[in-house]
């Protein structure tokens, strides 16, 4: 049981015009991962190879203890996947959509259907067709969640969302990881959502994975120094400083190494703090893309 | 859910554990979770508040640290008793009270020495025998 719930490691697949490099994830039971990246990234490349739909050149993949893709038939059957281009039958209504899955699927909870249905404000009878871009994507979640699967995937669940319709999402993703043994994979360039519930975060950009870690760990790392430096004084080297901004005595120091006592180097060569500020996952996922674009340029 | 006796503000930037924290504090300091109370486990309170199971694990741990409640293996936490707890709060109390202090003696124009001098006097009970 200790065996994570997604490990990928050293994961590689070559497209004319795009590659992912050395991907490696882990996902632990009990967790959320969020998963984020710049449009282009490969997030979606890497779930698609989470779900054998795209079979990767190299490197391992295992998901709930399975290879894959060998055994992909088994893996799959404890897996929720929604994307967006994930089609529903247009003709269909959304009732005959959850016949077919609670038919297909042994751990369809029809109870737990209904009051998603309730939940998320959807008309079963409706057909797919007419259902606004937000409700199709809440359908699709309905349909994943309701079988209530050990693992849930899920490809931008938020974007096009309205604010009620996150938040109900949000909090349906939450109530997954009540239970230890589930376990919730979501991509998203809404870092706000991905900073307001996840206990993993991997960054990706142009193929690569370019930086992961536990959430407390990722925030409690990065600080933004606001610095007055007089004049005659130079500014010391710190530790993790990705970027530095100065205008007149004012410098800005960007962090990504910060510990207790960190100011103290300033401090002791005359540079006086004006403040030390806490960045928003979303600066952190910027200032992480520059840098890591800037250093493979360089 | 509804169930939550706390509340995340968005809009305050200070990070979400340390509000969790706070508002525990809080709860246990006007008397709503006396000694011994049960907290929500862990994940319940994650999904409760829509905020990390790791976030909501980290407060547990400072508060766990500092005295404020007790964890048990597999039987959840709750409030420390209130040894440990009221001398933890009142410390707290008393470094509020002392900062009002230094802000009236800065008001005043006193110097840190005179400000501690009149402490010491107070402590020494000078004051009272005085009168």
């Known amino acids: ?298 | 859910m509804g169930t939550t006796d706390l509340l995340i503000s968005q809009a305050d930037r200070r990070p979400m554990y340390l509000q969790i924290i706070e508002q525990v504090r809080r709860r246990i300091a006007v008397g709503d979770w006396p000694s011994g109370y049960e907290l929500p486990s862990i994940r319940a309170l994650a999904a409760g508040l829509q905020v990390s199971v790791i976030t909501v694990k980290r407060a547990y741990l400072e508060l766990e640290r500092d005295g404020v409640i007790v964890t048990r293996q597999g039987r959840g936490s709750c409030v420390a008793d209130s040894a440990g707890l009221s001398a933890g709060l009142r410390h707290a109390e008393l470094d509020q009270h002392l900062g009002s202090a230094a802000a009236v003696g800065r008001s005043l124009g006193l110097t840190a020495e005179e400000l501690v001098a009149r402490l010491r006097d107070l402590v020494a009970g000078k004051d009272e025998e005085q009168r």
């Not at chain 1, 050293?10 to 710049?38: C, H, M, S, W």
């Not at chain 1, 990722?218 to 100065?246: E, K, Q």
């Open chain 1, 1 to 298: 049981m200790s065996e994570p719930v997604i490990l990928l490691d050293g994961v590689e697949k070559t497209y004319p015009y795009f590659r992912l490099t050395n991907i490696a994830l882990q996902l632990d039971a009990g967790q959320i991962l969020g998963f984020v990246g710049p449009n282009g990234a490969g997030k979606s490349t890497t779930l698609r190879i989470l779900m054998a739909m795209v079979q990767q050149d190299r490197g391992t993949v295992r998901v709930l203890g399975r290879s894959l893709p060998r055994e992909q038939a088994a893996a799959k059957q404890d897996i929720g996947f929604v994307s967006e281009d994930m089609r529903l039958h247009g003709s269909e209504s959304l009732a005959w959509h959850m016949r077919l899955v609670a038919d297909l699927c042994p751990g369809w909870d029809a109870a737990y259907a209904t009051a998603l249905v309730g939940r998320f404000n959807l008309h079963p009878e409706q057909q797919v067709r007419a259902l606004s871009h937000g409700e199709r994507i809440k359908a699709a979640l309905l349909l994943a969640l309701a079988r209530r699967p050990r693992l849930l995937i899920l490809d931008e669940p938020t974007t096009g969302l309205d604010p009620v319709a996150r938040h109900e999402v949000l909090a349906e993703l939450m109530d997954v990881v009540q239970d230890e043994r589930r376990a919730v994979l979501f991509s998203s360039h809404n870092t706000h959502d991905v900073e307001q519930i996840s206990d993993q975060i991997a960054f990706i950009d142009r193929g690569r994975i370019v930086d992961t870690g536990d959430k407390e760990t990722f925030l409690d790392r990065w600080r933004r120094l606001r610095l007055d430096v007089p004049p005659g004084v130079t500014l010391p080297a710190a530790a993790g400083v990705i970027d530095t901004s100065t205008s007149g005595r004012q410098a800005i120091v960007t962090t990504r190494a910060y510990a207790p006592g960190f100011e103290a180097g300033y401090a002791a060569a005359g540079v006086g703090i004006h403040a030390v500020e806490r960045l928003t996952l979303e600066e952190i996922f910027v200032a992480t893309v520059m840098h890591n674009r800037r250093e493979r340029a360089a």
